[in-house]
């Protein structure tokens, strides 16, 4: 099968103090790479945990013989050992950063995660994580505490000063640590999910982390139940019930929780009342203080009046 791409491909300089790019030389550490490419049909490393980030437009990958993509705003995990094709024919560049995580990082920073310090004496090397894959399917970036770090990565540091100094084994594994933070929520969300065949839980769960991810993203506009279905392609009464028993909470209480957590930052910064219930769509400044009221304690008014 043909390997090759048309565009550019820039590597992190390992080891370097600060953010300096390059063409790629053979690395089995960890490693961080941009690339702008305009048609690819080729083999991906997945030597080590290979993270996608696209940055503009879509990328579009052959994982096990299986079609999937990933767009801006997401980001995508290989496994080691998958096989992955990248392919696509793109009138405009397809930009985006890849992160590498060997095992061997991803195995100590498993190590230490959670453990007491005692412990850590004890066995300072005992690592007894077992290999696991993760899900595949694209992640908003705004889903998960991963995908947020990725988002902070990328606005901080890449589109920071290039003469920032960079720890970068310090970078690594932070990275390291929120990665397996967020997936191994996802993966107690995942045994939330009432049904014995791993493939049905997968599905379940990736349609609704869809509407998820849409009240994430939507919360201060008007959202219904029939917006959800057409997202998850779910019975509304299944979404309810899903969301339910993976995030906690339902669809319409947690808009409310993302609506008045936003609200304290709006009253925090000057804004008024009724602006505030606009802007997030309460059906009156009415509404928006009796629930404000009931989750803070407070009213919207004397919130605003408090210090800090």
Known sequence: ????????????????????????????????????????????????FHIAVPACGTETFLVDGKPFSAQAG????????????????????VEGYC???????????????GRPAEKLLDSPFAYSWQQQ??????????????????????????SGP????????????????????????????????????????????RRISLAHSYILENFDGPISLEDLEKVAFFSKYYIIRMYRQIYGLTPHQHIL???????????????????????LSFTDRRAFAKIFKQRIGVSPSA????PG
């Open 74 to 93: 997401e980001y995508f995990i290989f496994n080691p050992r998958q096989h992955v094709r990248a392919e696509g024919f793109f009138k405009t560049p």
């Open 303 to 306: 919130f605003s009046r408090l």
């Open 162 to 205: 290039e003469k920032q100094f960079i720890d970068w084994d310090a970078l690594y594994f932070e990275m390291a640590a929120e990665f397996l933070r967020a997936h191994r929520q996802i993966g107690r969300h995942l045994q939330a999910i009432p049904s014995a065949r791993t493939l049905t839980k997968q599905e379940v769960y």
């Open 257 to 279: 929780q993302l609506r008045v957590e936003r609200a304290k930052e709006l009253l925090r910064k000057g804004h008024s009342p009724t602006e505030v219930a606009l802007r």
């Open 99 to 113: 992160f590498f995580l060997t095992e061997k990082t991803i195995r100590e920073t498993a190590h230490a995660i």
């Open 1 to 48: 099968m043909a390997e090759y791409y048309k565009g550019m491909v820039r590597q992190a300089t390992p080891g370097g103090p600060a953010l300096a790019w390059r063409r790629p030389v053979r690395w089995a550490g960890n490693e961080m790479r941009f690339s702008s490419i305009s048609e690819a049909d080729i083999t991906l490393d997945t030597s080590r």
């Open 133 to 158: 894959e993760f899900m595949v399917k694209s992640y908003r970036l705004h889903e998960n505490a991963f995908g947020q770090f990725l988002l902070r990565l990328r606005q901080d540091l890449l």
